[in-house]
Every structure is written in structure tokens, then in C-alpha cells.
């Protein structure tokens, strides 16, 4: 088993801006699958979402998670992996702000005053990864682009 601080995965998962993409657990028992940006921090990983978002919801009812971050284009690469999460109240706009940076940058747009204004009821989705697996299918998949 791998860490998110093992040099080839924390390399990957800091250089993209690709979103992850979190499984939860419905209140029905059945899968759901979410595109988040995200940040890395001291090994876990970090969201922003609305405090209405039906996601945060799922995670109060049940915290188990599965993740991915892989681009969309072949050759496939990327991480994925199984963890818990903790909804995180406070840190929200803080964590918005992070993820704004990485994924906007500095560039003033339609979209940044849009989250801007509604940060204040955003919370953050902190999760602690206990398993990360990397896969690179770059050899297999050569000439294929």
C-alpha cells in the first residue's frame, strides 16, 4: 500500500488540476460518484462544497469514501484509493479560497465572483486516505493517444 507522500503519487496529484472523484454511500445503500477539485495538505485530501450539497448529507450518515484522480485521455494514469471523511463546519471559504487558486488562479472571472459570494456557506470535506494504489497503463497503451 501506498501514501499520498510517496514522491511518483504526491508529484501526480500536486502538477494537475483535474478534479477527484469521490465515491459515497447514498442513504439507500446504493453508489454515487462526485467531481470535486481538490487539494493535497499533510496527507489528506481537501473539498469545498455547498453546506446543502446532498453529498455532505450521505458522509454525516456515512463517512467511508473511495477516490480517483486520473485524467480523462489515454495513456491512463492515476491514483485511487479508500478513506473516511470529516465535514469540517468551518473551514470551508478557507478551502474554497485554496482551490480557487489552484484550479482559477488569479484571473478575475464570472465563476470566481459566483463562489466568491456564496463562500460563506461553504464547508469543507476533509479525507483521511487509508489505502492509495497508483496505476500507469503508459506501456501498455503505447501509440495510443
Request: proline content about 3%; aromatic content about 10%.
Amino acid at each position: 500500500m501506498q501514501k499520498l507522500d510517496d514522491v511518483k503519487i504526491h508529484k501526480f496529484i500536486q502538477d494537475g488540476k483535474i478534479p477527484i472523484r469521490v465515491a459515497f454511500v447514498k442513504s439507500n445503500g446504493m453508489p454515487g460518484v462526485v467531481s470535486l477539485w481538490y487539494i493535497v495538505n499533510d496527507c489528506k485530501i481537501y473539498c469545498a462544497v455547498q453546506k446543502t450539497a446532498k453529498i455532505v448529507s450521505h458522509f454525516e450518515k456515512n463517512s467511508i469514501c473511495g477516490f480517483e484522480i486520473a485524467a480523462d485521455k489515454p495513456p491512463y494514469k492515476g491514483i485511487r484509493g479508500e478513506g473516511t471523511v470529516k465535514i469540517l463546519n468551518e473551514t470551508g471559504a478557507y478551502v474554497l479560497d485554496l482551490l480557487m487558486d489552484k484550479y482559477l488562479g488569479e484571473k478575475e472571472s464570472a465563476l470566481s465572483k459566483f463562489l466568491k459570494n456564496n463562500s460563506k456557506t461553504e464547508i469543507a470535506i476533509e479525507i483521511t486516505p487509508q489505502a492509495v494504489f497508483d496505476y500507469d497503463y503508459s506501456k501498455r497503451m503505447k501509440g495510443i493517444s
